[in-house]
């Protein structure tokens, strides 16, 4: 099933700070963790998840750095940051409020 990207924009931030609230991680790890807890049915392009890391790193939402990796590579790290986490914890809320009135929409027909 293919989501609209509509959808698939309006979960983007909120997804990403679930993500980083865990751990921080990299661009291409963060792409394969979406990947893999959509079941495939998000699969997020560079061109699709670097402008909403620079777009939540302007916020002051998450923090970068370079380190090296596992690997001995360089790579640019994203963590959360407490603005993030507060952010994140409102859209909880929100999306939970949108899931709860479409469970009882869908519950009464």
Do not use: C, F
């Amino acid at each position: 099933m293919e989501l609209p990207k509509e959808l698939v924009a309006a979960s983007a931030t909120p997804l990403v700070l679930s993500i980083l609230a865990r751990d921080e991680s990299y661009g291409y790890a963060i792409l394969a963790e979406v990947k893999e807890l959509s079941g495939g049915a998000l699969a997020w392009t560079d061109g699709m998840l670097y402008p909403i890391l620079h777009r939540l790193e302007e916020q002051k939402l998450i923090k970068s750095l370079w380190r090296e990796g596992d690997t001995g590579r360089r790579r640019k790290y994203y963590r959360i940051t407490e603005a993030g986490r507060k952010a994140l914890r409102g859209q909880q809320e929100q999306w939970t409020m949108v899931n709860a009135v479409l469970q009882q929409a869908w519950g009464s027909r």
